[in-house]
């Protein structure tokens, strides 16, 4: 039984699909069904039962899962005590970041990490939330920079700061030229969203439905970048974060009142040992000096 047959294992299982496990992994889906299928020989059973595109396990992979999660924890752990005695600052640290902070606020200047700690093998990846989360469970992420909060008990949640929110509207619209806008102020309008599963997209219906503002959804996506084109055109509203303002070229922000804000952090698996890679780069985190521009 070898240690990579195990990653992927836990992948699959955690995905329910061997494709969005080959996916998340950066391998090919054949090269992953023949490694599980090696495992399920040495074991001398199967561990998933193939349902079209989505698998479950079965009674052997339910009991050999919780096991194979530990043993990748532990060498996770081993990895970083070992990077943590060495002089220096070296080692993987693999991060992953949700779509609305990546090419905003890690992207721009993850440059600069990289060439103050060049013996860092930074390895970075772009999910939603939930997938995130789970990843830093099964010991596939160091670490991910998301929204908070995060109710999970094996997780540990760390504040990095809070964002105002901000309307985005077309240059003619009538709330382009207020001040400050309340959410009530948005009923019926019609509102460009993120798809379910992107956590900013809680924080906005979760801010409407505070604000008891009824909004229609008439465009969802993956991307934010696709929205700023449609709003700037007059095709509808949306709601964004303070560090996405300098790219919504054509759009019109107005602050929204209320104290609207999305909190941005980090967690880690309660478990993990945190090496000197982690630790340089949460300090690198909150020594930015734009973090205070945002906040």
Known sequence: MELHQLRYFCAVAQAASFTRAAERLGIAQPSLSQQIGRLEKKIGAPLFIRLGRTVR????????????????????????????????????LRIGVIPTIMPYWIAPRI???????????????????????????????????????????????????????????????????????????????????????????????TACTRAKAEVQSVFETDQMGSIFPLVASGFGITLIPQMAAASATGCVLVPVSLGSVRRVGYIRSRRHFVGKPMREFVQWLKNDPRRKDIS
């Open 57 to 92: 396990l079965t009674s052997y992979g339910e009991a050999l899962l919780p096991r194979a999660l530990e043993i990748l924890q532990e060498i996770s752990e081993a990895e970083s005590s070992l990077s943590n005695l060495q002089q220096g600052v070296r080692g993987a």
């Open 111 to 205: 440059h600069s990490f990289c060439r103050e700690f060049p013996e860092v093998e930074i390895q970075l990846s772009e999910r939603i939330t939930s997938r995130l989360v789970e990843d830093v469970q099964a010991g596939l992420l160091d670490m991910a920079v998301l929204s908070l909060p995060i109710g999970n008990p094996d997780i540990v949640c760390s504040e990095l700061f809070r964002e105002a929110l901000f309307l985005a509207v077309a240059e003619g619209h009538p709330l382009a030229k207020k001040k400050t806008v309340d959410l009530k102020e948005l009923a019926l309008e019609r509102l460009l969203l993120l798809r379910e599963g992107h956590c900013f997209r809680e924080n906005v219906m």
